[in-house]
């Protein structure tokens, strides 16, 4: 493979800890732990699912109104009906995700180190922007690249392909950067290298090319990197 030039950062569970939504299901809905907890995991499972199904029903829609979508179905499920206003506060919760401690010096160290950094989300561009700013990584990035450019997601090839030519780069000079073993296995199926933050210390996926950089931190990525890149 060709030395990385572009690293392309996953957004949502890599920089930016989707967990801490949790916090505010409790707050606007005034429910225990346990079930903002519940409420968010469901959340999140069929936002992705949304984003599969979507993609392969060739039905797009923006990742924002998906993730309106999922949250409808999350409290449907548990018999929540929250008033329009409690329900626009939740949902804005995406735009204020923690982001992980040791994200903003990571993206620093690897900008100072030359490599183009990138952020690669399935999330659209406006949604994406506003969390960069919120979470102090913005003026870390050189460029935000979304999935909505091509009007699919992430794991389709045309997203990491697509990144590399707004990159300006081949793609395999291009590493995404996830923590998500199904975006890790994506990128390397569409040719580019991949770099798994492997938080859980997960088994990879049984399809798609074994990553050849896994860290259990973005803290140690740039070490690792250098390993691989000289």
């Known amino acids: ?8 950062f996953d957004m949502y569970g890599t920089l930016c800890d989707t967990s801490t939504v949790t916090r505010r299901l409790g707050e606007v809905l005034g429910v225990s732990g346990i079930l903002a907890n519940a409420v968010d995991e469901l959340w999140r499972r069929k936002q992705l699912q949304y984003s599969y199904q979507a993609a392969q029903m060739e039905a797009y829609e923006p990742f924002w109104k998906l993730t309106t979508r999922a949250l ?3 409290l449907a499920q548990y018999g929540l009906d929250p008033t329009a206003t409690e329900r626009e506060r939740i949902v804005e919760a ?7 401690p040791d994200a903003a010096a990571v993206l620093e160290r690897l900008g100072d180190a030359g ?10 561009p406006a949604m994406l922007e506003r ?4 979470a102090g990584l913005a003026p870390h990035l050189d460029e935000i690249v979304s999935a909505d450019d091509v009007g699919t997601f992430k794991p389709s090839p045309a997203v ?10 081949e793609i ?14 994506g990128a390397g199926n569409a040719g580019m290298g991949v ?3 492997n938080r859980r210390r997960d088994p990879p996926e049984a399809i798609g090319p074994t990553p050849e950089v896994e860290v259990t931190s973005l803290a140690r990525l740039p070490d690792a990197l250098d390993d691989v890149d000289g």
Do not use: K
């Open 1 to 8: 493979m060709a030395r990385t030039a572009a690293l392309c």
């Open 94 to 100: 995406y735009d204020h995700l923690s982001p992980f």
């Open 72 to 74: 409808d179905y999350a």
């Open 131 to 134: 969390l960069a700013a919120n």
């Open 115 to 124: 490599y183009t950094v990138a952020v690669l989300s399935n999330g659209n």
């Open 195 to 197: 770099a798994w933050i």
């Open 160 to 169: 990491y392909e697509n990144a590399a030519r707004r990159l300006g780069a």
């Open 172 to 185: 395999e000079a291009c590493r995404l950067v996830s923590a998500n073993a199904w975006d890790v296995a």
